[in-house]
């Protein structure tokens, strides 16, 4: 029996014994006992994030409408960065950077199907409906055997799997997109739920996306589409569909350059999810693809950059009792970027087809959980994993394990170790917030498997009879392997170009604290957090003894996420970042050889930009609801202190001057309206 049913039957006891009257007959036997009132006293939990013992975190999508928009848009993953462990990014970069690695250590999914590319509009959302999921789950890193094979973090949006009684659903109109959801049951218990969402940013900011001599033209759509049949309480079945699409276009004015590019993701998945007394089974088949062309137009030459990678896959996860099992079996067929050029003095071309690689990744995982003590929990397991390209098979075996325990009903520790290999590299450039990155097969003769070994301690105390949660999480990361892809779109011009020239290899380290404090309950909920973090990389080619700090480190970070209720139909939102500043590389003098600007740079990754702050703020009010509908109006400000973020530097040339220039976004305010309304 848990701890709160304890508490509850106790209290229950209690009561019965001081209020219930009881009639007896005249032996003293009890006859009959009438229970005249009990009340029991407790503080609702109001607030949309759980944190579970292992460090996972559980966001309800319902709190999306009340937290401050981005253009009438509020976002998933664009919060999802105001998490612990998660690095604040910058406002062209729409990627997640978990403890300290890498964008693409990450995996994302739909429901545990991957999706490999998940932002919109140069970073500043993804291509994710909130309205569509129920909720959005996040690791930071592997604490159990069932992890994938990667380094990073694991973020899915979970579908909504229960059928309703009434038609219902919700839509919003935002100034760049606006979107909309229809949750129709067909029959008892079958349902389909329907979300789209479409752009028309040009329409309204086409005067506003200008950069530094740069333009932007921009538009995007996506669909999802999802069947639930379930047939009974225990078992329900899935068919879900997505589709999206970008379109782009930056002209860099600076440099006579265009460059145009369309990208975007299909899937298709469908799920059995069976849920018993003693066994939990999950079992999915899907498809996913991704594919991005981009087209460079520079003076005389023209360069396309295709680039896909598609993925059919089964899962099945089984969970009976204390122990937990499944397999997992992806066939990727991988396109990575082949360029083509034409042009100038030279007319070269690589095939895209001559470079694709078809693999085989297979992982077989265990783990079971002992409990003694009452108190203890010990979870050991094993993830064994095999990979195969190019007529070449690598296999590994990655063990975990962890100690959980309570020191009392209220406090939990755990602290554990893992270990991972991933197989999968993302690679390329990342330029103006398109997503001009795309897949490889490590485990090559020319890419080694990357590796990972980590451990972690992770504490969680509730305080003031549940109102609070406090949560702090220790970690170090070894990392072997590592690539960085040095390149520029200037080197695809070069007939001789291969995309194994560009990249260097090395090792890195990351470790940090994070400290947050949680407010579950009340009008106002949210939380605070700070968190300490050095990631660090050390590459013979580029520094052969001195760890230097990654791209995207930042060493002191301090968030904070609330919202407030001020009545009946007012409520405020507020988020808040204050970090240190990315690192780069500074150069230390210009020249021009033979009409072309040359810079000599200094130590790699040894300057910072300036520090990071930004305060965003949203006003909510409900209109009056008629017949259970709800209607709301969204007043949002984007960076409402007004602070210049330094993005990047980059070599500005003006009349024949050539100077050092930083790089902002593209407005420091930027107020929005929005509507909404669920019926």
Partial sequence: MSFTKKILTFITAVATSMCATAQTDESGDMRSMSLDSVVIKGYKNSSSLR?????????????????????????????????????????????????????????????????????????????????????LQMQSSAKDASYANRLGGYLT???????????????????????????????????????????????????????????LNYSFYDANLTYI???????????????????????????????????????????????????????????????????????????????SIGDLGFKSDVSWRKAHLGLDIIHHTIKPQAPK???????????????????????????????????????????????????????????????????????????????????????????????????????????????????????????????????LELYYKWLQHQQEYFGTFYDFINSAYDVHDMLHHGKGRNYGINVTVNKLSG?????????????????????????????????????????????????IGMTGIFATGTPFTAPRNFQILNGNITAAYGEHNANRLTPYSRIDLSLNYKLKSYSKKESGINFSVYNLTYSQNSILYYVKVHHDNYYYHPVSFLTRILPSVSYYCKF
């Avoid at 451990?455 to 105390?461: A, E, G, K, Q, R």
């Fill in 51 to 135: 944190n579970s013992s292992d460090g996972t975190a559980v966001w309800n999508m319902s709190m999306m409408n009340e937290l401050p928009k981005i253009l009438g848009n509020a976002d998933p993953l664009h919060y999802t960065q105001l998490l612990p462990a998660v690095q604040t990014n910058n406002e062209y970069d729409g990627g997640l950077y978990i403890q300290g690695c890498d964008n693409g250590h990450n995996l994302v999914t739909i429901d545990g199907v991957p999706l490999y590319n998940v932002t919109h509009l140069v970073g500043l959302f993804s291509v994710f409906n909130a309205s569509h999921y129920k909720s």
């Fill in 157 to 215: 949006m979970n579908l909504h799997d229960d059928v309703q009684e009434k038609t219902d659903g919700e839509f919003s109109v935002g100034l760049i997109s606006s979107q909309g959801t229809l949750r129709h049951p067909i029959s008892d218990n079958q349902q389909l739920n329907v979300s789209v969402r479409a752009s028309y940013l040009n329409l309204l900011y086409s005067q506003w996306l200008k950069m530094e001599g740069s333009t």
């Fill in 229 to 307: 049949y379930k047939p009974n309480k225990q078992n329900s079945f899935l068919l879900d569909a997505y589709l999206g699409n970008d379109q782009g276009k930056v002209g860099m004015g600076d440099y006579g350059a265009d460059l145009t590019g369309k990208w975007g993701n299909s899937l298709v998945a469908a799920h059995w999810k069976h849920n018993g007394e003693q066994a939990k089974i999950k079992n999915t088949i899907y498809y996913t693809y991704y594919h991005n062309r981009y087209h460079l137009t520079l003076s005389s030459f023209n360069v396309v950059l295709p680039s």
């Fill in 341 to 471: 050029a034409d042009g100038g003095y030279f007319d070269s071309a690589i095939t895209p087809s001559a470079s694709n690689k078809k693999s085989l990744e297979a992982s077989l995982f265990c783990d079971y959980d002992f409990t003694f003590f009452k108190r203890f929990s010990f979870n050991p397991g094993l993830h064994a994993s095999t990979y195969r390209v190019d007529g070449k098979t690598t296999f590994a075996l990655d063990p975990t394990a962890s100690l959980t325990w309570s020191t009392m009903p209220q406090w939990t520790n755990r602290i554990g170790f893992s270990s991972r290999h991933q197989y999968l590299l993302q690679s390329g450039i990342n330029s103006l917030g398109l997503p001009t990155t795309f897949w490889m097969s490590t485990a090559t003769d020319d890419i080694p498997v990357q590796r990972q070994q980590s451990v972690y301690l992770i504490s969680n105390v509730k305080l003031f009879k549940g109102r609070f949660n406090v949560s």
């Fill in 523 to 571: 009008k106002l909920t949210g939380w605070l957090s700070y968190s300490y973090g050095r990631s660090q990389r050390q590459f013979p080619d580029i520094s052969p003894e001195e760890w230097y700090p990654s791209n995207h480190e930042r060493i002191h970070e301090l968030n904070f996420v609330g919202t407030q209720k001020l009545g009946k139909r007012w409520s």
